[in-house]
């Protein structure tokens, strides 16, 4: 399968920064890849699919001013969460699809705390 | 209703033990179907990967598709105290340029050794 890598893997921030959370496909080249949020006990949401060099494809709900997504290359996407807040506050993971086309690859994942 | 449904569990079992886990869901055109392993922290681990009916086995794991019923089963054999996780089903909703993943609330599994 795909090896995807996150970095970091934790951040703690104040309250009104921005953070970026970068997404590393580490095998193969990716055009796609999946932006998902995880609240504790809960099941990953998907927020967006990121398209490398167009606009990312937001799911209903997510503020695409605030969950900024790049994937400006075939290895990298970018999320940055922008003015983050509390509530904001929660794992978020990335995918990318193997070889086959339909099975999905997550990263380790990245804790954010926002305070 | 919800589009997958899975019982959160938490599921404890004793070491040895075979151990089902299962996911109903409500939407027929959903494709292809996947099991995932959580553990704390971490991002989901592929287990297994099924697009039709009926069983798969891969080792100690078996998973088993009913399209008739909307109905996916995972089965453990010889559980391990390593099997301790968070199980996720996930279903396959073929879009126009790219795959949906829809993936269910996950059952807590705990093997006592």
New interface residues.
């Given amino acids: 399968g795909a090896v995807v890598s996150q970095h970091p893997s934790w951040v703690i921030c104040k309250s009104g920064t921005s953070v970026k959370i970068e997404c590393r496909s580490l095998d193969f080249q990716a055009t796609t890849m999946f932006w998902y949020r995880q609240f504790p006990k809960q099941s990953l949401m998907l927020m967006a699919t990121s398209n490398e060099g167009s606009k990312a494809t937001y799911e209903q709900g997510v503020e695409k001013d605030k969950f900024l997504i790049n994937h400006a290359s075939l290895t990298l996407s970018t999320l940055t969460v922008t003015s983050a807040h509390p509530e904001d506050s929660s794992f978020y993971i990335c995918s990318q699809n193997g070889l086959g086309g339909n099975e999905q690859f997550f990263g380790p994942g990245t804790r954010l705390t926002v305070l | 209703q919800k589009e997958v449904e899975q019982d959160?569990g938490p599921l404890s079992v004793p070491e040895g033990a075979i151990v089902s886990l299962n996911c109903t869901y409500s939407n027929s055109a959903f494709q292809?179907f996947?099991w995932?392993r959580q553990y704390s922290?971490?991002?989901?681990?592929?287990l297994m990967?099924t697009?039709s009916s009926g069983n798969k086995e891969d080792g100690r794991f078996t998973a088993q598709v009913d399209k008739s019923s909307k109905y996916i089963s995972l089965f453990i054999r010889d559980s391990q105290p390593s099997d301790s996780a968070t199980y996720?089903c996930?279903m396959?909703l073929r879009k126009t340029?790219?795959?949906?993943?829809?993936?269910?609330?996950?059952t807590s599994l705990s093997v006592i050794p």
């Fill in positions: 959160p292809y996947m995932y922290r971490k991002g989901p681990e592929l990967y697009y996720l996930a396959c340029s790219y795959d949906k993943v829809i993936f269910g609330p996950g």
